[in-house]
């Protein structure tokens, strides 16, 4: 139980064109799901925390303008990176806490953007 | 100081080794602690809840120590299939909001 379906998995897309990552939580509900990026060889980084049903808050260094997420329903959240440069090339991943307490965190599969 | 801090290796192991990990944290009001694994280009997996009585799963144990602020992962008998990036997870004080240390590399050769 406790899956978190991540699409795309894969996206390689143009300079100055926008790319929408879905998270969506299967048999669960997630008032709150995370957004991470990870460079090569480097941690998971924070992004930004969104919560259904409110504005998303984003950890200090990440454009929100830029940065665009969504979490419409308890069970689906979007990022959309807008106007994507090759420097925002890197695996983004989303993860939302687990149901009941000390379950942990569910992540999804990861979605590994490359901007040629 | 660095929320979470690990060492990130790697650690260069033989079959049939035990080797054990640290990671410290700098907020003591952090509440939840967990070891995550990550295989290369793939999403991070729980290993194991860390909890302050420590607990064993196999040939995997966690320890929490409060007093040191750290969290530890000790792997006996090593496997070849134990290679991976170990993560350790500590929750931002009371917001839950997980950080992730940057991992450490176990490479177990035979």
């Known amino acids: 139980g406790a899956v978190v379906s991540q699409h795309p998995s894969r996206v390689i897309c143009k300079s100055g064109t926008s790319v929408k990552i879905e998270c969506r939580s299967l048999?669960?509900?997630?008032?709150?799901m995370f957004w991470y990026r990870q460079f090569p060889k480097k941690s998971l980084m924070l992004m930004a925390t969104s919560n259904e049903g409110s504005k998303a808050t984003y950890e200090q260094g990440v454009e929100k303008d830029k940065f665009l997420i969504n979490h419409a329903s308890l069970t689906l959240s979007t990022l959309t990176v807008t106007s994507a440069h090759p420097e925002d090339s890197s695996f983004y991943i989303c993860s939302a806490e687990v149901p009941g307490q000390g379950r942990g965190y569910t992540f999804g599969s990861g979605t590994r953007l490359t901007v040629v | 100081r660095k929320e979470v801090e690990q060492d990130p290796g790697p650690f260069n192991v033989p079959e049939g080794a035990t080797v054990a990990f640290n990671c410290t944290y700098s907020?003591?009001?952090?509440?939840?602690f967990f070891w995550y694994r990550q295989d290369c280009r793939k999403e991070p997996k729980l290993l194991m809840s860390?909890?302050?009585s420590g607990n064993e799963d196999g040939r995997f144990t966690a320890q929490l120590n409060r007093a040191s602020q750290y969290i530890s992962l000790l792997i006996r008998d090593s496997k070849l299939s134990d290679s991976a990036t170990y993560l350790c997870v500590v929750n931002k004080g009371g917001s839950y909001i997980p950080t992730f240390g940057r991992g450490t590399s176990l490479i177990v050769h035979p």
């Open positions: 860390v909890y302050s």
């Open positions: 907020n003591s009001a952090s509440q939840s």
């Open positions: 048999d669960f509900q997630a008032t709150t």
